[in-house]
């Protein structure tokens, strides 16, 4: 193997003259199920934080969720058109009311979205040993 090329931790193939991953990591399904539960997870920290920021009324991300649905509950039952059609869908999904739609994929969909969740987390790594230490 090339000095340029390093093992990573979880196994993928690093060129670092290249800057980038040659050759991903083997994962199971429990494990991209495991890198996207991770990521919805940081998303609703994200969101739950920036809901924190808006606002010094909202004590809680759920203060300002129950202010989202107030909003969208007055423009789903007083606006004609798709704006309540839009809302309606939002406060129905968003409250569990509404099933989501069922979606099939193939083998190779679901292998292809476990290989970029796992790309996704081995640049979120990467990104942070260099933050870290200024290089991998």
Same mark, same amino acid.
């Given at each position: 193997?090339?000095?340029? #090329? #390093? =093992?990573? $931790?979880n196994g993928a193939l690093f060129?670092? $003259? @290249?800057?980038? #991953?040659? %050759?991903g990591a083997p994962m199971d399904s429990a494990q991209a199920s495991a890198l996207a539960r #991770?990521?919805?997870?940081?998303?609703? +920290? %994200?969101?739950?934080? @920036?809901? *924190?920021?808006?606002s010094d009324?909202? +004590?809680h991300e759920y203060d300002a969720? $129950? *202010?989202? *649905? !107030?909003? +969208? !509950?007055v423009l *789903? !039952? =007083?606006?004609?058109g798709r704006e309540s059609t839009e809302a309606a869908k939002f406060l129905l999904r968003a409250g569990d009311f509404l099933e989501p739609p069922v979606q099939t994929l193939? &083998?190779?969909?679901? +292998?292809s979205l476990a290989i970029a969740d796992s790309l996704v987390a081995v640049r979120d790594i990467i990104h942070?040993?260099?933050?870290? &230490? @200024?290089?991998?």
């Open positions: 193997m090339s000095d340029q #090329i #390093i =093992t990573l $931790e060129d670092k $003259e @290249g800057g980038r #991953i040659v %050759a #991770i990521r919805w997870d940081k998303r609703r +920290q %994200a969101v739950a934080r @920036g809901m *924190a920021l808006a009324k909202f +004590q969720i $129950e *202010a989202i *649905a !107030t909003h +969208q !509950t *789903a !039952t =007083t606006r004609m193939d &083998n190779d969909t679901v +292998q942070e040993l260099v933050k870290s &230490n @200024g290089t991998v």
